[in-house]
């Protein structure tokens, strides 16, 4: 089972750079989540989605835009890479409804550098 | 608001010693607990949960109690193992609004042979 993908797995950038992150999930999850983890600091809420066509902002979401055309992707946008950014990047997703437990499911991660 | 704070690590054990990393939370209403862990170069997993006071989740011979009266989680194991070497999240979810989880920054667990 695929469980959550997210492409690429490392990505080194240069300041000012765009890119994409691309998760997709095929547990028909209503939610899905961007974390970004950075040593010392644990796992940060950038954006999240509870379904398809809606976002939102989480703890820190500056610098950073999401969409989520379908429902089972969700994808995370640098417009302009900061050095700051560097980090690795956790998308997350969960099922909605009376008989969800909460429990979120993750991918492997991307690890981006900006130089 | 909600937050999560776990003991700082790394803690350094040998194999077969006992394991006890700390978890306490703030939270208003009754969150739910998780224990997740990662492996390096992987995402994180869940590890355990509970969803109530005096609860106990366990799986793969960690255990953990939900103590609402000292708002704690503590994780526990009786005998690790080397491939117990991993990073280890105390996390909670708030019964309210969309209900995503609050993590602790982690701590990270190394059992030697």
């Known amino acids: 089972n695929a469980g959550v993908t997210q492409t690429p797995k490392f990505r080194v950038l240069k300041t000012g750079q765009s890119m994409t992150l691309l998760c997709a999930q095929d547990?028909?999850?209503?939610?899905m989540y961007w974390y970004r983890q950075d040593p010392g600091m644990g796992l940060r809420l950038i954006h999240y989605s509870v379904g398809e066509g809606t976002t939102a902002k989480g703890e820190v979401p500056d610098g950073y835009n999401v969409s989520r055309l379908k429902k089972q992707n969700f994808l995370l946008g640098l417009e302009s890479a900061a050095p700051s950014q560097t980090s690795v990047y956790f998308c997350a997703s969960r099922s909605g409804g009376a008989s969800n437990t909460g429990e979120l499911f993750f991918g492997e991660g991307s690890r981006l550098t900006v130089l | 608001g909600n937050s999560v704070t776990q003991m700082e690590g790394p803690v350094t054990l040998s194999e077969e010693a006992f394991l006890t990393i700390n978890c306490t939370y703030t939270a208003t209403g009754y969150p739910s607990l998780f224990w997740y862990v990662q492996y390096p170069g992987e995402g994180l997993q869940l590890l355990l949960k509970a969803t109530k006071a005096d609860d106990k989740g366990s799986n793969k011979g960690f255990e953990a109690t939900y103590r609402k009266e000292t708002t704690s989680f503590h994780l526990e194991k009786g005998s690790v193992q080397v491939s117990d070497s991993a990073v280890y999240f105390c996390?909670?979810?708030?019964?309210?609004?969309?209900?995503?989880?609050?993590f602790g920054k982690g701590t990270m667990l190394l059992v030697s042979p």
């Open positions: 996390a909670l979810r708030a019964d309210s609004g969309y209900s995503t989880l609050t």
């Open positions: 547990m028909n999850h209503e939610y």
